[in-house]
């Protein structure tokens, strides 16, 4: 008998990314800081193995740790974008309408400062 996963994710990301296995939480704890605060402002979950593999491969390619962060980062804020636009597309198929977010002009709620160690005032 076949047990049925529970999953917070009910997005299509599964059929549009590729997810590796692995540790999430070794993983995060094995990132730079400033990728991990990245990470926790993302507006999906951008997957920690992922995260890790792409910055190990970004610093095998530019021989430093600072550039791989930077591409890294600019990575992340790519995909999140394309994240977006997909789910407000699979919103308006599905309700004939755009994403309530999308439609008020909102952003994504970020902490000022990217400061996501301590909670808000």
Same mark, same amino acid.
């Given at each position: 008998m076949r047990? &049925?996963? &529970?999953?917070?994710d009910t997005t299509a990301r599964e059929g549009r990314w590729r997810r590796w296995p692995g540790d999430e939480w070794a993983c995060f704890d094995a990132l730079p800081p400033a990728i991990r605060q990245r990470m926790q402002a993302h507006a999906y979950d951008p997957w920690a193995v992922n995260a890790l593999l792409l910055w190990r491969m970004f610093r095998r390619q530019t021989g430093s740790s600072a550039r791989a962060e930077r591409r890294l980062l600019r990575h992340l804020d790519q995909c999140e974008a394309l994240e977006r636009e &997909?789910? &407000?597309a699979a919103y308006r198929a599905a309700h004939g309408q755009?994403?309530?977010h999308d439609a008020a002009g909102a952003s994504i709620l970020r902490r000022a400062g990217g400061d996501l160690s301590s909670p808000p005032a």
């Amino acid at each position: 008998m076949r047990r &049925a996963m &529970a999953r917070n994710d009910t997005t299509a990301r599964e059929g549009r990314w590729r997810r590796w296995p692995g540790d999430e939480w070794a993983c995060f704890d094995a990132l730079p800081p400033a990728i991990r605060q990245r990470m926790q402002a993302h507006a999906y979950d951008p997957w920690a193995v992922n995260a890790l593999l792409l910055w190990r491969m970004f610093r095998r390619q530019t021989g430093s740790s600072a550039r791989a962060e930077r591409r890294l980062l600019r990575h992340l804020d790519q995909c999140e974008a394309l994240e977006r636009e &997909a789910f &407000a597309a699979a919103y308006r198929a599905a309700h004939g309408q755009p994403l309530p977010h999308d439609a008020a002009g909102a952003s994504i709620l970020r902490r000022a400062g990217g400061d996501l160690s301590s909670p808000p005032a």
